[in-house]
């Protein structure tokens, strides 16, 4: 059975830094490009970041360039967020999630993705920006 499962959310002040992490199972991790998405109280999902099977190529939203990362670890069938500089509007709730299709990338940034739009998310990890 798939499942994946965020950890590392939290509330942090405006400026820092979090790390989330999701550790997938039951599917072939190193086929998959896999994203984080994220949806704020009241508000529509949004596409965070993207990589690749093989973490050759990522792609971010706007909001996220230059202060987000998205990495992977194949061995260890996980996927992480490595989020800097936080502010108030990136308070949300972030999702782990699977493409639908095997090494190619059916979701970009600069879309309104939904999430069945892809195979599979987690249950989400909140993150709260305030001070």
């Known amino acids: 059975q798939e499942q994946l499962v965020e950890s590392g959310g939290g509330l942090v002040q405006p400026g820092g830094s979090l790390r989330l992490s999701c550790a997938a199972s039951?599917?072939?991790?190193?086929?998959?490009?896999m994203y984080w998405v994220r949806q704020a109280p009241g508000k529509g999902l949004e596409f965070v970041a993207g990589?690749?099977?093989?973490?050759?190529?990522?792609s971010y939203e706007d909001f996220a360039k230059g202060r987000f990362t998205i990495s992977r670890d194949n061995a260890k069938n996980s996927l992480d967020l490595q989020m800097n500089s936080l502010q108030s509007d990136d308070t949300a709730v972030y999702y782990c999630?699977?493409?639908?299709?095997?090494?190619?990338?059916?979701?970009?940034?600069?879309?309104?993705?939904?999430?069945?739009?892809?195979?599979?998310r987690g249950q989400g990890t909140q993150v709260t920006v305030s001070s």
């Open positions: 999630a699977k493409d639908r299709f095997t090494y190619v990338p059916s979701v970009r940034p600069g879309t309104s993705p939904k999430f069945t739009d892809f195979h599979s």
């Open positions: 039951g599917f072939t991790f190193s086929r998959y490009w």
């Open positions: 990589i690749d099977n093989d973490a050759y190529k990522t």
